[in-house]
């Protein structure tokens, strides 16, 4: 306090002319007057930080009942099973994002957004060099790099993790629900299509399961309404250590002696 008053005086005596003596009472009315005033700013600062703190998730202070609170205002998901540090993430690509402009509609615009909220992803467009001048279109079968069966892919397992997800008729249309997608005809014309994958397409990118949900609807709200994401994804679910997992697919045994499997991955 001596010091904030000090530094007062000093503030204050600066205004008065040069040569002019300026003296204040140790016990006078201003400086009561003017401690009491700084108590009060000192207050009022500590206030508004205290406000900023919770409302802009750029802070240590920002805490899970904060994220709650935001995501319910601004229309997320609401799921405190998903890391607060990825919670935080979304929270502020919703709050940077832009008015409407039509660049908004460009692929990498997508891609910008799904990766600021915390998705390693990459967008795709359905535009292929056709080696006569021109572009076509492709199937998600045709772009996958592992055929799309049940087989076990190398390279893409997660220590105590089980991987699962897409199949070929899993997509994003126009619903939360994959199964409600899963029986849109997108018929022969693929123009108006994309992929999402990994940086390399066709390779499944890893998204944890808890936040399957909150994937898609921002996928949802970016796209152009009448396109269709074809998404190369697998989603993730921790499995206790000790759980045997029992099924007619093959199991992997990990390092810690746990096992593990992978169903219906989209590769």
């Known amino acids: 306090m001596d010091h904030l008053f000090n530094l007062f005086i000093k503030l204050t005596r600066s ?8 003296r204040m009472p140790d016990l006078g009315v201003f400086r009561a007057f003017t401690e009491g005033y700084i108590l009060e700013m000192k207050k009022a600062y500590e206030a508004s ?19 709650t609170f935001m995501e319910r205002r601004f ?17 502020l690509r919703k709050m940077q994002h832009p008015s409407p402009v039509q660049a908004r509609e460009h692929y990498l615009f997508i891609e910008s957004q799904l990766q600021a909220a915390g998705f390693d992803v990459y967008v795709f467009e359905n535009r292929f060099d056709d080696g006569m001048g021109g572009y076509e279109t492709k199937t998600p079968e045709e772009v996958a790099i592992s055929p799309i069966s049940n087989a076990i892919q190398h390279g893409q397992v997660q220590h105590g993790q089980v991987q699962h997800g897409s199949t070929e008729t899993y997509k994003i249309v126009n619903y939360l629900e994959p199964g409600l997608d899963s029986i849109f005809d997108v018929g022969d014309n693929l123009k108006s299509t994309f992929f999402i994958s990994s940086s390399t397409l066709g390779l499944n990118a890893v998204i944890p399961q808890e936040r399957e949900q909150e994937f898609r609807k921002l996928v949802l709200t970016l796209k152009p309404l009448q396109t269709v994401c074809f998404p190369f994804i697998g989603f993730t679910v921790p499995v206790e250590s000790n759980q045997l997992i029992e099924d007619d697919i093959e199991l992997i045994e990990l390092e810690d002696d746990t096992l593990l499997q992978l169903e219906d991955s989209y590769d």
Request: charged residues 25%; proline residues 9%.
């Open 15 to 22: 205004l008065y002319p040069s040569g002019r003596a300026f």
């Open 49 to 67: 930080l205290s406000i900023l703190n919770i409302i802009i998730p750029d802070n240590e202070f920002f805490s899970s009942e904060d994220a």
């Open 75 to 91: 229309g997320l998901i609401i799921n405190p099973s998903v890391p607060l540090e990825d919670r935080k993430k979304a929270i």
